[in-house]
């Protein structure tokens, strides 16, 4: 592979911690889904939004948890990543934001990092 095509295997994890219940997964996704300029990445097709079973760092499954991975796509994904992983973590910060707002207890943590889908 040459240097500069991994960016087209790239995604970003959301991983939410082990308070999470499926339902909270959920409601993550469809919030992200309907974010403004994820939306309109994944329209446009350079996006896609997906669960996976959580996995370690050697891609084995860990247990019932479900990771939320952003698949980055098309031949702009260098261009706009490091923009995408910023647009991720705040609307990942404004659904925890509603959680508090709308659920007793506090919303699990969370962390969004790159991930070379390659490796997973």
Known sequence: ???????????IRV???????ERDIGALRKWLER??????????GELRIQERPRTDGTGTPMGVGMDIV???TGAAASV???????????????WQANR??????APPEDR?????????
């Open 100 to 105: 508090r707002e709308v659920e007793d207890g």
């Open 1 to 11: 592979m040459a240097e500069g095509d991994g960016v087209a295997n790239q995604g």
């Open 70 to 72: 952003l698949v980055v």
């Open 35 to 44: 974010e403004e300029p994820l939306d309109e990445r994944v329209r446009a």
């Open 80 to 94: 706009f990543f490091q923009e995408l992983l910023d647009q991720v973590k705040r609307a990942v910060s404004a």
């Open 15 to 21: 991983r939410l911690d082990g308070t999470a219940t």
């Open 112 to 120: 969004v990092e790159p991930v070379n889908l390659d490796d997973r």
